[in-house]
């Protein structure tokens, strides 16, 4: 592994480990009380009702939730019964509230304990962010010679030069100034990689947006990303608005609810193999809440 990455990961570890350690030590000093009374737990809710979701998740909608509770939706949470440090705990994901209740999206398999009986709820540190950054640090590191992202590292640590060629005609959009329309013509002849540079309010997204449009255009497949989920929704509108046919890709609870619509999730639950799946996840869970009773009984 080149030694920057190398670098970049020891120190990527390290603040993992950091605000693991800055969570798990606020939730071992203080009671459940007193983070609730903060408005940084939930004690005792019960499931209301469950909801097969987008990517095989699941959608728990949580009675008991205080008015208090500040956690906004994307939030992290774990669901605990003894401990919030227990093996047994569940991870999730705040999604949205609905008439007093507040949904709560899980990616494991539900145990059975958690629809039968009251649980606690804790704010969690981003583990999936983290998972997400080693595994590619891993794949930079690990591309293969002569590979397109050996490439893309080679040239971002200086070890090989940029080159570029004149991408032919092009159909820049009239609303650019020369500026832009110049940036537009290096990104699109760069090999492997552009550098569009200017401070805030110069239309640097606007820029992008007319890149990305030209590219596609030519029959590339882009794939555009962003800082933060409210950027990359930002982005996501402008290119519907000039006109470019896109995917949100991401968990659902963390994109903004104007596109949903166009969420990879909800363009496959609307195909018909879908909603057979939606069908027999609710004719499931209707087997399982039977089987339960019984077995209370």
């Keep these: 592994m080149h030694p920057r990455l190398a670098h970049l990961r020891a120190l990527w570890r390290r603040e993992r480990a950091a605000v693991a350690r800055r969570f798990a030590e606020a939730r071992a000093e203080t009671t459940v009380a007193e983070r609730v009374a903060r408005g940084e737990a939930l004690k005792g809710v019960t499931v209301a009702d ?81 998972d997400r950054g080693d595994r590619a640090v891993a794949l930079f590191g690990q591309a293969p010679d002569r590979s397109d992202m050996a490439r893309l590292r080679d040239v971002f640590f200086g ?34 990689v552009a550098l569009v540079h200017g401070p805030p309010g110069t239309g640097k997204t606007h820029t992008l947006v007319e890149i990305i449009r030209l590219a596609v255009a030519r029959g590339e497949r882009i794939l555009a990303c962003a800082m933060s989920n409210v950027a990359t929704d930002h982005l996501a509108r402008q290119l519907l608005a000039a006109g470019v046919d896109i995917i949100r890709l991401g968990h659902p609870v963390r994109v903004a609810p104007d596109l949903a619509a166009r969420t990879l999730e909800r ?31």
Excluded: C
């Design 267 to 297: 363009l496959l639950d609307e195909t018909y193999a879908g909603r057979l799946a939606r069908e027999w996840m609710a004719e499931a869970r209707s087997i399982r809440e039977r089987a339960l009773k019984r077995r209370a009984r």
């Design 159 to 192: 070890d090989s030069p940029v080159g570029h060629s004149d991408p032919g005609p092009l159909d820049i959009a009239s609303t650019l100034n020369p500026d832009q329309a110049r940036a537009v013509r290096l990104a699109l002849g760069a090999d492997p």
């Design 50 to 130: 469950m909801a097969p979701a987008p990517g095989g998740r699941t959608l728990l909608w949580l009675e008991g939730a205080h008015p208090q509770f500040r956690f906004k939706s994307g939030d992290p949470v774990r669901l605990w019964w003894t401990t919030p440090e227990a093996e047994d705990v569940v991870l999730g994901v705040m999604a949205r509230r609905r008439k007093g209740q507040l949904g709560i999206m899980v990616s494991a398999t539900v145990p059975d304990r958690i629809e039968t009986g009251a649980f606690h709820v804790d704010r969690d540190d981003p583990q999936a962010t983290f």
